[in-house]
């Protein structure tokens, strides 16, 4: 039917996508668990280092994309995503990266590096929603990969929900580990504007482009209701010795 249809405007068309919304991650029995301040210290521990596995996967992703992309524009843009989270030392600007950043969220909720990036307490159905989507940038054209970066749509507002309910649900967290969710604020923007700029433009050919497009945004939604399927059914909470509950 999608075929015989005449495409969206470019207004309809983001329209559409935003109204996906209501299957981002935010809305997840955990994430609502988290933002109602429920969560148990260790079963924060367990959200931070599983979504760890996640964080590192990032790049991974973006470097596939690039891998694929024969558009030399699109590739000057979107090597920034890499920088942003591995990091950069070029030229004497320096950047921990969002990676780094991580590792530093992990020792706010009391987690120690290795904690962290051992990956130890990573569950499997964690492991197996992530690389699912890093093998989809691997293997799709280039463009429905970054179709599927647009969950960047939503983003914004968890991380500020994260960075205001933080610091009065648990008080216990060290506050500067909140740093990446700060960063990530004005990034996931910058980086919604120009893979949505892409997108509006490329899959408004047709009706049927645009259906594949909105089914690429709900495939990642997916992926990131899966992550968070896979951690609060694993029931992983991480227990330390310490100060910290």
Not at 123 to 137: E, M
Not at 169 to 188: C, E, I, M, N
């Amino acid at each position: 039917m999608s075929d015989i249809l005449a495409p969206w405007s470019k207004e309809e068309f983001e329209a559409e996508l935003r109204g996906r919304s209501s299957s981002y991650h935010i809305n997840h029995p955990f994430h609502q668990m988290m933002a109602a301040g429920t969560l148990t210290p260790a079963q924060l521990r367990g959200w931070v280092a599983n979504r760890f596995y996640y964080q590192i996967s990032i790049p991974l992703k973006d470097a596939a994309i690039l891998s694929n992309c024969d558009n030399r524009e699109i590739r000057r843009e979107w090597i920034l995503r890499i920088l942003d989270h591995d990091g950069v030392n070029i030229g004497g600007v320096q950047d921990e990266g969002g990676i780094e950043a991580w590792i530093h969220l992990g020792g706010a909720v009391g987690l120690s590096r290795d904690d962290v990036t051992s990956l130890r307490h990573v569950v499997p159905a964690a492991r197996f929603a992530v690389d699912a989507y890093v093998n989809f940038a691997r293997r799709q054209p280039w463009q429905e990969a970054v179709a599927s970066s647009l969950t960047e749509l939503f983003a914004p507002h968890i991380h500020q929900q994260r960075i205001d309910t933080w610091p009065t649900q648990y008080p216990w967290v060290d506050a500067t580990g909140l740093r990446y969710f700060k960063q990530r604020l004005t990034q996931a923007r910058r980086d919604v504007e120009h893979g949505l700029h892409f997108t509006l433009d490329y899959f408004s050919q047709t009706r049927a482009l645009q259906q594949r497009a909105l089914d690429i945004l709900q495939f990642k939604l997916d992926v990131l209701w899966a992550l968070a399927d896979a951690i609060m059914l694993s029931q992983c909470e991480i227990e330390i010795k310490g100060p910290k509950a």
